[in-house]
């Protein structure tokens, strides 16, 4: 066993309890992906991360699910400089994180956290009714073409018509696996639809989305920043968002409001980065006992 400093922040928040959890493993980049995967599940977070050193970054930043490793995500990589700063492991007011997804350099304004997400990759675009059976809702629900879109981590974008379809929506498995397949999974395991409306939840918002999740991960996802991003390049590039500097929110129905602030990087029809920002609440700070391989449990 060995011993890690961790802090459990809320990103996109600046209470406890709102926005999204994380918990963030100090010096355990180097974990395997059983044991990693083992503490999410334990925590019952979506996400956690684990650092270390980088020969081409400030810092090496890995992002496990419950289920298995994944390049990038976004909330986890508000909570991790959020849990650095909060230990005065930060000089200055910019840090680059060596991420599965490439080098992603992160600036601190003020009590504000940006990450720059990588240029979008727009991908397939499945049928609508494929991804409304999915939701369990009807076709008409759904105003827009659904596609694949990557600022890191793809996700299926779905833009919904009104909070009234949002609040319907649930996960069907079996439509779930349907759409996998037709996106070139195997599983259903990160082809979620990101859900999002074209009206905030309060006043100061743009858009409201939401992110279901399939087993083992919890049912829904508080704040969902790397397809924040992904659901931002889709809006400028469908001409659905006029501003080139939007408020986004996520998680109020689940008792969770997180906002954050998103722009982009060159104009709609080029984007070259999303940067997505917001703040961090370390709410809890402590140390943990982890193994070296997961199967000394036994």
């Keep these: 066993m060995a011993e890690f400093q961790f802090d459990w922040v809320d990103a996109f928040t600046d209470r406890p309890f709102g926005g999204n959890g994380c918990a963030v493993v100090h010096g355990g980049a180097d974990l395997p992906e059983a044991v990693a995967c083992a503490y999410v599940r334990e925590t019952s977070l979506v996400e956690c991360t684990f650092t270390g050193p980088s020969e081409v970054a400030d810092i090496r930043v890995r992002y496990y699910l419950a289920s298995r490793e994944i390049p990038f995500a976004g ?31 992160v600036d601190l304004e003020g009590d504000r956290i940006v990450m720059q997400q990588v240029a979008p990759e727009f991908g397939p675009m499945p049928a609508v009714d494929l991804v409304a059976r999915a939701i369990t809702l009807p076709p008409a629900a759904i105003v827009a073409p659904p596609q694949m879109v990557s600022t890191g981590l793809p996700f299926c974008i779905t833009v919904l018509r009104d909070h009234a379809a949002l609040r319907a929506a649930r996960l069907d498995g079996a439509a779930m696996a349907d759409l996998g397949r037709a996106l ?3 599983g259903t395991d990160m082809m979620e639809p990101f859900l999002v409306t074209l009206q905030g939840m309060s006043a100061t918002g743009d858009t409201f989305s939401r992110l279901l999740l399939m087993p083992p991960s ?20 469908h001409g659905l968002m006029q501003k080139s500097r939007f408020t986004a929110e996520q998680g109020h129905l689940m008792g969770r409001p997180g906002q954050a602030e998103v722009s982009r990087v060159g104009p709609a029809d080029a984007i070259s980065g999303v940067r997505v920002g917001g703040k961090g609440y370390v709410m809890m700070r402590g140390t943990v006992d982890l193994p070296e391989q997961l199967e000394r449990l036994a």
């Design 184 to 186: 070139g999974s195997e």
């Design 218 to 237: 919890p049912p829904e996802d508080a704040f969902t920043g790397s397809a924040t991003g992904a659901m931002a390049a889709y809006l400028w590039r």
């Design 75 to 105: 909330h986890p990589t508000i909570a991790t400089v959020a849990a650095m700063r909060d230990r005065g492991m930060i000089a200055g007011d910019r840090i680059t994180l060596e991420t599965g997804a490439g080098i992603v350099p």
